[in-house]
């Protein structure tokens, strides 16, 4: 199992600005994810965060948009950069120990932007 | 390109069965599923591979068929606490996990 602990659970932002989001992992994993769900709505790839290297994002994000790092086998952050009242939604980090094992996550950061 | 399921919603009383049916444009890998429940996030509760094992929840059962692309899930004597929102979550052997659109379960009494 994987326990994941993401930061902030909840904030409400000024359009223009930009939120830093934690995962911190109990334990090292190769896989990392960053997912979006709006309220109702499935769980949409953002990117994956490679340890050590650029992220790798999904057709339409970009780095510039929402930049993440991911310094080590634990830890990684997502920033929503330049926020508007369109990126309000709910962002989960997503941990794997390998292709075939199942997905943990965080419990999510619910943002509002006004 | 993402999974479509079906149906988009069930209601169902307790005891009675459902299937879930995930539906993909792509040769896939792997099938997973996931129940999330309002406010929580996703618990996984089964993985298909491509080739027949299965990995996952005892009480849960599923299918996956490799040349047609689709998985359906299997939920028999339905309880209150199978209530939330059912994800299939599709590998391309991309090593990633594209979720299909979802499908909202309510058990009643």
């Known amino acids: 199992s994987a326990v994941i602990s993401q930061k902030p659970s909840r904030d409400i932002c000024q359009r223009g600005t930009s939120l830093t989001i934690q995962c911190q992992v109990d334990?090292?994993?190769?896989?990392m994810f960053w997912y979006r769900q709006q309220p109702g709505q499935s769980l949409t790839l953002i990117a994956t965060?490679?340890?050590?290297?650029?992220?790798?994002?999904e057709s339409g994000f970009v780095i510039d948009k929402f930049p993440i790092s991911r310094p080590n086998l634990t830890f990684s952050t997502l920033t929503v950069s330049n926020m508007s009242p369109e990126d309000s939604s709910i962002y989960l980090c997503?941990?794997?120990?390998?292709?075939?094992?199942?997905?943990?996550f965080g419990q999510g950061t619910r943002l509002t932007v006004v | 390109q993402q999974p479509v399921q079906s149906p988009q919603a069930v209601i169902l009383r307790e005891g009675e069965d459902a299937v879930i049916n995930c539906s993909s444009s792509?040769?896939?890998?792997?099938v997973h599923w996931y129940r999330q429940k309002h406010g929580e996030a996703p618990v996984f509760l089964m993985i298909?591979?491509?080739?027949?094992e299965q990995k996952g929840h005892e009480k849960i059962s599923a299918s996956f068929n490799e040349k047609k692309q689709q998985s359906s899930l299997y939920l028999t004597a339905s309880q209150l606490s199978y209530s939330g929102t059912y994800f299939c979550?599709?590998?391309?052997?991309?090593?990633?996990?594209?979720f299909g659109t979802g499908t909202r379960l309510q058990v009643f009494p």
């Open positions: 298909l591979l491509k080739g027949g």
């Open positions: 792509k040769a896939l890998y792997s």
């Open positions: 965060a490679n340890q050590g290297s650029e992220a790798t994002y």
């Open positions: 334990s090292q994993v190769t896989m």
């Open positions: 979550g599709t590998d391309d052997n991309t090593d990633k996990l594209i």
């Open positions: 997503s941990v794997q120990r390998g292709m075939n094992t199942e997905a943990f």
